[in-house]
């Protein structure tokens, strides 16, 4: 990625979810030769993080026997049930004191690639909140300067990164990045649309 050499990124890839709408581990679900978030993680190593963390929650021992958690620093939550704002807790305390901007990825989102990773953090410039900006609407990945860490840590549900991002309205930096906001997989028929676009991981 082509950030400042300056700045100090820490990857943050959110899959502690359990999966209750499926049925079954999503995070293990098969995505070409490796588990769905075994893909999401190779992706996240293409970018170039100076840290990486990724915090796990539901089916957590089964997640780290199958996944490769290689260059990965793991979070476990045990409070996943309460939301993604948990998740982002928990991984908090675990950030280097020296990590300028944390991004951060979704553990079920295949889709996303290196290089919208590198577009957000080239267009975000200084902000405290940035998002990418899709064709169709705001997305994964989300970048956070530290001066929005405080914040972070106090949200509360699934939405709460959201709240945040509607609080400080003009203040959010959408990059443009081409291409749909890329697919969540919370259910069957999203998992077999997000095969059906699967040409490997775009590193």
Known sequence: MAQRSDVRVTGLVLAAGGSSRLGTAKQLLAY??????GHVLEVARACGFDQLLCVIGGGADEVRQKVDFSGVDV????RFEEGCSSSIGAALGEVDEGTDVLVLMLGDQPGVSPRSVGA????RGDAALAACRYEDGRGHPLAFGRSAFTELA?????????????RHGPDVVDVPVSGPVPLDIDSWADYEAALAVNDGPDV
């Open 154 to 166: 106090a949200l509360h549900g699934d939405k709460g990164v959201w709240k945040l991002f509607d």
């Open 120 to 123: 957000l953090l080239d267009g």
């Open 75 to 78: 979070v476990v939550n045990e």
């Open 32 to 37: 070409g030769a490796v588990p769905l978030l």
